[in-house]
């Protein structure tokens, strides 16, 4: 077992979950992060880890908005739907059920991708907090893009910069109403059909490098996604698709990954720079599982 570390600045210690990336905390109660010096150790320490999990945490829905709000900014979920009412900065993700009706969203997070993107502004950390965690299955799957860009051979480096990768909110919706029907699932929470005044933003082209840079540290990374990939710039077709379809298959496989495989009262935080993420499957039909999830604005 690694040891785990601890620097004079940081006021908990970490161990590695894995050699590609991740780190736990044991034995820290994040309601104790006060001190603007240890919101800044723990910043760094996310950003190195690339995720951190402090286990066996016991908070209520707004101890967990306090914690959001001594880290950052909180940013409001999109699907308002699933908000919660006295905590909107909390929206829950979930298969229960309650008189009938879902309390949370069971189909989030399909597809690789990073939650960077945001709205308004750029979303730099997630938060999830593990409520109720299936027995099995259920994991939430990371790759590093930092290690996935670092192994790329020179030649590949070099064919990669100055591309730049082209999302589109409408490619991602149709391909998760696509995935869901795939699999059958009708009981999901996707409107069939996009609300007229969402249109001119479905269609709007978000477009980066995909060699980027992550400005808090410099650290070159790949900066794609599957879901909302509508290609590259120069080919927004199915060959352009096909090219980043390829590179995120290569870059999420096995050497740049990490899957979380939850327990009861873990408090994931992640940066959005440098990580790829996706949900893991569980059965629906058999467990439960119930996560609050949470976002911070990025400071640039
Ligand atoms: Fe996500």
Not at 44 to 66: G, H, I, S
Request: glycine share 8%; with cysteine; proline share 5%.
């Amino acid at each position: 077992m690694t040891a785990a570390t601890k620097t004079p600045e940081t006021p908990f210690a970490t161990t590695p979950l894995s050699p590609v990336l991740g780190a736990e905390v044991v034995g820290y109660d994040v309601r104790d992060l006060k001190d603007p010096r240890d919101v800044e150790a723990l910043k760094l320490c996310v950003r190195d880890a690339q995720v951190l999990c402090f286990r066996d945490q016991n908070l209520t829905a707004a101890e967990m908005v306090t914690f959001l709000r001594t880290i950052g900014e909180p940013q409001y979920h999109v699907m308002r739907k699933f908000l919660m009412p006295e905590t909107p900065e909390i929206y829950v993700l979930s298969n229960v059920k309650e008189d009938g009706k879902p309390v949370g969203n069971a189909y989030e997070g399909m597809g690789w991708h990073t939650d960077l993107k945001g709205q308004d502004k750029r979303t730099a950390f997630t938060v999830l907090y593990g409520r109720e965690i299936p027995e099995t299955g259920g994991a939430t799957c990371f790759a590093s893009m930092y290690r996935a860009y670092e192994a790329l051979p020179a030649e590949k480096r070099k064919e990669l910069d100055g591309l730049q990768f082209v999302y589109t909110y409408e490619t991602q919706y149709n391909n998760r109403l696509k995935m869901l029907a795939e699999k059958g699932i009708t009981d999901h929470s996707y409107p069939t059909e996009l609300r007229p005044e969402q249109v001119e933003y479905a269609k709007r082209r978000h477009i980066n490098p995909i060699v980027d840079v992550n400005p808090y540290n410099g650290r070159k990374w790949l900066h794609m996604a599957t879901g909302g990939c509508a290609g590259i710039v120069g080919k927004e077709n199915e060959e352009g698709v096909q090219f980043v379809l390829d590179l995120s298959d290569w870059a999420t496989s096995a050497p740049f990954r990490y899957d979380h495989a939850w327990r009861k009262n873990d408090l994931l935080i992640w940066d959005n720079y440098g990580l790829f993420h996706v949900a893991g499957e569980y059965d629906k039909t058999k467990h439960r599982r119930l996560i609050w999830r949470g976002s911070i604005a990025d400071e640039r």
